[in-house]
């Protein structure tokens, strides 16, 4: 079994920061890309950025040059370090990675979701 897990959402006001981490664990023989998407109440889930293994790094529009995306490759998890919030950040953010288990295809993996909600 492989499990995604989100900590670090929370309420802040605008301008402020806030660090999201997701760990994986369970049965993992390794993790190519990983990265944080969210959503709004009937809305798409919309990609934020993305990692690579090899530490290559994609941001969406509206983020780029107020968050940054990190990973750890030896505890298997990755960052989302957020500034300059703004209320339209506010949404659950998801967890992606695609990992590979000993003898089995690559999956995708979500987590379970983390809210931010940021107060104007």
């Known amino acids: 079994q492989v499990q995604l897990v989100e900590s670090g959402g929370g309420l802040v006001q605008a301008g402020g920061s806030l660090r999201l981490s997701c760990a994986a664990s369970?049965?993992?023989?390794?993790?190519?890309?990983m990265g944080w998407y969210r959503q709004v109440p009937g809305k798409q889930r919309d990609l934020v950025a993305t990692?690579?293994?090899?530490?290559?790094?994609n941001y969406a529009d509206s983020v780029k040059g107020r968050f940054t995306i990190s990973r750890d490759n030896a505890k298997n998890t990755v960052y989302l370090q957020m500034s300059s919030l703004k209320p339209e950040d506010t949404a659950v953010y998801y967890c992606?990675?695609?990992?590979?288990?000993?003898?089995?295809?690559?999956?995708?993996?979500w987590g379970q979701g983390t809210q931010v909600t940021v107060s104007s």
């Open positions: 369970g049965s993992i023989f390794s993790i190519n890309a």
């Open positions: 990692i690579s293994s090899g530490g290559d790094r």
């Open positions: 992606n990675a695609d990992i590979t288990r000993r003898y089995l295809p690559t999956r995708n993996y």
